[in-house]
């Protein structure tokens, strides 16, 4: 498994990725597929800053993860909103996993002190989400930081959407 940074021409790949989890799950709150060009635009403003990583298993991309503003005013700039996305195929194989250690140090380097991830959520579990992204954000050592409820509706339910957090950096 190869962890590298994001090409322009990944756009469709990735995409392709993202798409089962727009059209099939309430993991994201996307409603329409983005157009590749689109999702081209998405990774040149995200990369313009901040690291995009790709997984790829031998020549097939198998994941990516990428990090974002947390808020655009200057004094959050040691922050972060993290996205992770692996091939709905090959989940809980560990790639979500190396792309997260991958994209954390990435961050260290550039200076991030917090990682945050926006994670959608319902209790109890559906067809449509699970709460394997909370456990998997637990796992990394990410502590619960904020609960919102029923913020999003998508497949005719709403939602909650819960706000994890991982301090990286010494805040001095």
């Known amino acids: 498994m190869e962890i590298r940074l994001v090409k322009a021409d990944d756009a469709e790949a990735l995409l392709a990725i993202y798409t089962p989890y727009i059209e099939r799950t309430a993991i994201t709150f996307e409603y329409d597929v983005p157009s590749v060009d689109e999702f081209r635009g998405r990774i ?3 990369t313009a800053k901040y690291p995009w990583l790709v997984a790829v298993d031998g020549e097939r991309i198998v994941g990516y993860a990428y990090a ?4 655009e005013r200057a004094a959050y700039q ?9 091939d709905i195929d090959k989940k809980r194989c560990g790639i979500g996993r190396l792309l997260h250690d991958a994209l954390e ?3 260290k380097r550039q200076g991030v002190l917090n990682m945050n991830a926006c994670i959608a959520y319902c209790d109890p579990e559906d067809e449509y989400l699970t709460l394997d992204s909370v456990h998997f954000h637990e796992h990394l050592g990410y502590k619960l930081v904020a609960h919102f409820h029923k913020c999003g509706k998508k497949f005719d ?13 010494e805040h001095k």
């Open 157 to 169: 339910r709403w939602y909650d959407m819960v706000w994890m957090e991982k301090l990286i950096g």
């Open 105 to 107: 140090d990435a961050l």
């Open 78 to 86: 040691w922050a972060v909103e993290t996205s992770i996305y692996v």
């Open 68 to 71: 974002s503003a947390f808020k």
């Open 44 to 46: 040149a403003t995200v």
